[in-house]
T-cell receptor, first 109, second 114 residues
Framework: GENVEQHPSTLSVQEGDSAVIKCTYSDSASNYFPWYKQELGKRPQLIIDIRSNVGEKKDQRIAVTLNKTAKHFSLHITETQPEDSAVYFCAASPGKLIFGQGTTLQVKP | SAVISQKPSRDICQRGTSLTIQCQVDSQVTMMFWYRQQPGQSLTLIATANQGSEATYESGFVIDKFPISRPNLTFSTLTVSNMSPEDSSIYLC???????????FGPGTRLTVT
């Protein structure tokens, strides 16, 4: 079955810097790759997603890139702000969502 | 997206008892799912709740332990049966409304088993 590896497990950046979180997947049948942000005690929130027919997608300060050949995808957050601090989960879907282990992002003011 | 509610929001239960968690959506959805999130961990899919038929369980999860109902397109329940402390976790429902694979999560039910 599908396996999703996510790195790093923790990431600390200074406010205004960029943050990059990377995920790899194993099942070439996966064709949908969402990213979720989960603040402490809250539900996971879908922040951006990409489908296998697209290489890059951007939404304001957030972008996601997908390399199907290498089976990896990344989340890029530019101009980070303290409110970006949260746990971020990637997922891959070969028909159901398989989640990565999560990355705790800390943005220091 | 959709407005999703879960009941109860949290509960403390005794070992050996059962708890039923409800998930209600404000509009009809095609797919409903149940996940478990253990403290500090990622999300693990328990099962897909199928309307009008038996749920589809993932490896490691069985119907006797986690019976699921989905009587219509806006409501589902998950029961955690014969609970042990290892069942202490957050249980989340999610829905896929009308976009291909796009899922939205309910607020979760925090379960503590003593």
């Amino acid at each position: 079955g599908e396996n999703v590896e996510q790195h790093p497990s923790t990431l600390s950046v200074q406010e205004g810097d960029s943050a990059v979180i990377k995920c790899t997947y194993s099942d070439s049948a996966s064709n949908y790759f969402p990213w979720y942000k989960q603040e402490l005690g809250k539900r996971p929130q879908l922040i951006i997603d990409i489908r296998s027919n697209v290489g890059e997608k951007k939404d304001q300060r957030i972008a996601v890139t997908l390399n199907k050949t290498a089976k990896h995808f990344s989340l890029h957050i530019t101009e980070t702000q303290p409110e970006d601090s949260a746990v971020y989960f990637c997922a891959a879907s070969p028909g159901k969502l398989i989640f990565g282990q999560g990355t705790t992002l800390q943005v220091k003011p | 997206s959709a407005v999703i509610s879960q009941k109860p929001s949290r509960d403390i239960c005794q070992r050996g008892t059962s708890l039923t968690i409800q998930c209600q959506v404000d509009s009809q959805v095609t797919m409903m799912f149940w996940y478990r999130q253990q403290p500090g961990q990622s999300l693990t899919l328990i099962a897909t709740a199928n309307q009008g038929s038996e749920a589809t369980y993932e490896s490691g999860f069985v119907i006797d332990k986690f019976p699921i109902s989905r009587p219509n397109l806006t409501f589902s329940t998950l029961t955690v049966s014969n609970m042990s402390p290892e069942d202490s976790s957050i249980y989340l429902c999610s829905v896929e409304k009308d976009s291909f694979y796009e899922q939205y999560f309910g607020p979760g039910t925090r379960l503590t088993v003593t």
